[in-house]
């Protein structure tokens, strides 16, 4: 395993990968885009191969979890879907696919990073027990605090915001990913994640409905704070 950490303007990215030439390319680029050595910290994100030498990066990304939401990109092979579907299930942010291009990685990086910064001013959200304070980023279901990782934060509050609209996947990675291009299972996952935190039964969903051959809709009916 070689990790490696990197430290921006308040911001902290810790690269984990069995390759020690996987991790000397990333940080290669991360650097360039602002970050600089910072190993003794506790990240603001982390990059992360799926495939490690003893610890799996699977179980790594559950013991994160357990101590921090820290944010996670998931490095995963080619065409290994299991695996990327596993790592998205385990709380993973966003993945990229094995080999990529560190550029798009970069992006990536910044992309979730951005959303786990100050968020701009923006109205309170309620529906159907739900509330969401985009500002504070926090989420509530029946005035208890809910557990949500980055994108599913992002995910919930575009639906309150957007109420009784069907959305496609590729609108939804578009809209709420901030990306034109993406496996489109990575938005399959992270709904299916928010069904089982905020359904009463989430394997009969009432509120994140599945508009068939369309995508995903919000069905509860808002109210503004």
Excluded: N
């Excluded at 309150?160 to 709420?176: I, N, T, Y």
């Amino acid at each position: 395993m070689q990790p490696q950490s990197h430290e921006g303007v308040g911001s902290r990215v810790l690269v984990v990968d069995g390759d020690p030439t996987v991790a000397e390319v990333v940080t290669g680029y991360l650097e360039p885009a602002g970050l600089a050595r910072a190993a003794a910290h506790w990240p603001d994100l982390v990059v992360l191969d799926l495939m490690l030498p003893g610890m799996d990066g699977v179980e790594v990304c559950r013991r994160m979890r357990g101590r921090d939401p820290v944010p996670v990109i998931m490095l995963t092979a080619h065409g290994d879907e299991d695996d990327r579907i596993l790592g998205l299930e385990v709380g993973a942010d966003d993945h990229v696919t094995k080999p990529f291009s560190p550029r798009e990685l970069v992006l990536r990086v910044e992309s979730v990073l951005r959303h786990t910064g100050t968020a701009r001013p923006m109205r309170l959200l309620s529906a159907a027990g739900l509330s969401v304070d985009p500002q504070a980023r926090h989420a509530l279901k029946d005035g208890t605090e809910l557990t949500v990782i980055v994108r599913e934060f992002d995910l919930l509050a575009f639906f309150l915001g957007h109420p009784g609209r069907a959305f496609s996947r590729e609108d939804l990675m578009r809209e709420v990913w901030g990306w034109d291009f993406g496996d489109p299972s990575t938005v399959t996952v992270h709904v299916r994640r928010l069904r089982g935190k905020v359904e009463d039964d989430p394997a009969r969903p009432r509120l994140f409905q599945t508009v068939w051959g369309v995508g995903y809709r919000f069905a509860g009916s808002p109210v503004g704070a």
